[in-house]
């Protein structure tokens, strides 16, 4: 298990901690741990954007590219993208992400 640290806005900050399993997407992990702010209504098949979430260095430098579906479909989100945006669906987990920090969007719709 890895813990993965989830900000719901700029006071929060403290975040909420959760443990997520490697190899299970951050939306899984997130949904499974009830973090509101991450809605996944599509249950993780690319086609909603209500997984939107903003990862923080250093992590985010190390998250493979995303697709160019992954890029698109960013473009629906409901909040504005930022640079660090991506779709937490997209992410796998692995070792290497232990202690990641990700801010959520302040709304998915
Ligand atoms: S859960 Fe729908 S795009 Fe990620």
Redesign the pocket.
């Known amino acids: 298990m890895i813990k993965i640290v989830l900000f719901e806005s700029a006071n929060d900050t403290s975040g909420t901690t959760i443990e997520a399993k490697v190899g299970q997407s951050l939306?899984k992990a997130a949904v499974g741990a009830n973090i509101e702010g991450v809605a996944?209504?599509?249950?993780?098949?690319?086609?909603?954007?209500?997984?939107h979430v903003m990862v923080r260095e250093p992590w985010l430098s190390q998250l493979p590219a995303m697709t160019d579906d992954e890029d698109g479909?960013l473009d629906f989100a409901a909040c504005a993208r930022h640079a660090n945006s991506r779709?937490?669906?997209?992410i796998k987990l692995t070792e290497g992400m232990d202690g990641m920090q990700v801010d959520l969007p302040a709304s998915q719709y």
């Open positions: 939306m996944a209504d599509c249950g993780g098949t690319l086609t909603c954007a209500t997984c479909m779709l937490s669906c997209q």
